[in-house]
């Protein structure tokens, strides 16, 4: 069974730090990692998704990377600001005929002025 | 529309009434998600549709939870006789079944409807 893991569960760092959000998985068999981004009473807001085949992804001052092997991906973000304040869920897909996304717990970020 | 969109946003239920939540699809999409996500924890997956098909309901956590997509777009999950234990963020998504260039089976999800039951 497929076990997705974020470390830490709340991070709170000073605006305009860099800082990477930790997400392992279990079984290495994915077909592709997506990081979503959840604000209080909203819905997920996808970030990025890195496919099995790639190491990373970049997205503005964000940045993906993926080691399926080790069952490992990073979520760097440069020059922290307030507003980047949210819960980070990464979630796998584990192979091409399983529709089904297996998602962490999230890490809560806190960005202080 | 532009998203996907879900309601009620919020609905309060006392112990042991049945409910229903409706998600309609970004316009296109054939397959579609249910997941529940608890207070402080990640979504986890209900149930997923490829048009009107249910192709994986595994993650339904009883016999109380029914879900449908009739004609291939709107879907309900219906929840009889509501439990506490029942209250959760209910988040529907969907995607595209084919590969499409820079959004390969990448999932849009809605806003998400609050059940409380009390």
């Known amino acids: 069974k497929q076990e997705v893991t974020q470390i830490p569960a709340a991070l709170s760092v000073p605006e305009g730090e860099n800082l990477v959000l930790n997400c392992s998985f279990t079984d290495s068999a994915i077909y592709n990692l997506q990081w979503f981004r959840q604000d209080p009473g909203k819905g997920l807001t996808s970030l990025l998704l890195?496919?099995?085949?790639?190491r990373e992804q970049t997205s503005g001052r964000l940045n993906a990377s993926l080691d399926k092997s080790s069952g490992r991906s990073t979520l760097y973000i440069a020059a922290s600001q307030p507003g980047d304040s949210a819960t980070y869920l990464c979630?796998?897909?584990?192979?091409?005929?399983?529709?089904?996304?297996?998602f962490g717990q999230g890490t809560r970020l806190t960005i202080n002025p | 529309g532009a998203g996907v969109s879900q309601s009620p946003r919020y609905k309060v239920a006392k112990r042991g009434q049945d409910v229903a939540l409706r998600c309609d699809p970004i316009s296109g999409h054939v397959s579609l998600f249910w997941y529940q996500q608890a207070l402080g924890q990640g979504p986890e997956f209900l149930t997923y549709f490829q048009n009107e098909a249910q192709l994986d309901k595994s993650g339904l956590p009883s016999d109380r939870f029914f879900a449908e997509r009739p004609e291939g777009s709107v879907s309900t999950l219906k929840i009889q006789r509501t439990q506490q234990e029942d209250s959760a963020v209910y988040l529907c998504a969907s995607s595209l079944a084919v590969k499409a260039q820079g959004n390969t089976y990448e999932q849009y999800f809605g806003p998400g409807t609050r059940l409380t039951v009390t």
């Open positions: 890195i496919q099995s085949s790639q």
């Open positions: 979630a796998v897909r584990r192979i091409q005929g399983a529709q089904k996304l297996v």
